[in-house]
């Protein structure tokens, strides 16, 4: 049984899945393999549908099959990782900013240290 995934389903689970990877702190390597086996999504669903059998044991079967749908669609596909990089970024915006500040200080006592002149 095939099982059709409506517009607005399919941006839940979106929404769902990429939480999920942010959450995780997965975000980038996520984004990489993606975005490097996109154009086998198609391939992918289609293997999901072949295992259907075997997973929908475990996992929830109607949740599976609209899984395997989402990924036959190139668009969702685009719109999965547009969401991971949003949230990711909406996230940890300011742990990022903290980052940066301290790099630019360690930065600058080093330079400090060996005497290294900013005009130079």
């Known amino acids: 049984m095939i099982v059709e995934i409506s517009e607005e389903r399919a941006i839940e689970m979106v929404e ?7 959450k995780k702190r997965m975000a980038a390597p996520a984004l990489m393999t993606i975005e490097s086996l996109r154009p086998l999504n198609f391939i992918g669903s289609q293997l999901l549908y ?37 949230i990711d970024e909406e996230m940890y915006r300011e742990e990022r900013e903290k980052k940066k500040i301290l790099r630019k200080r360690r930065i600058n006592k080093i330079k400090r240290i060996l005497g290294i002149n900013k005009e130079s």
């Not at 259907?52 to 669609?73: G, S, T, W």
């Open 16 to 22: 769902k899945i990429s939480q999920f990877i942010v």
């Open 50 to 86: 072949f295992l259907a059998p075997f997973a929908e044991v475990i996992f929830n079967a109607k949740e599976y099959q609209e899984f395997a749908a989402l990924l036959e669609k190139d668009e969702y596909i685009k719109l999965m990782l547009k969401r991971i990089d949003e």
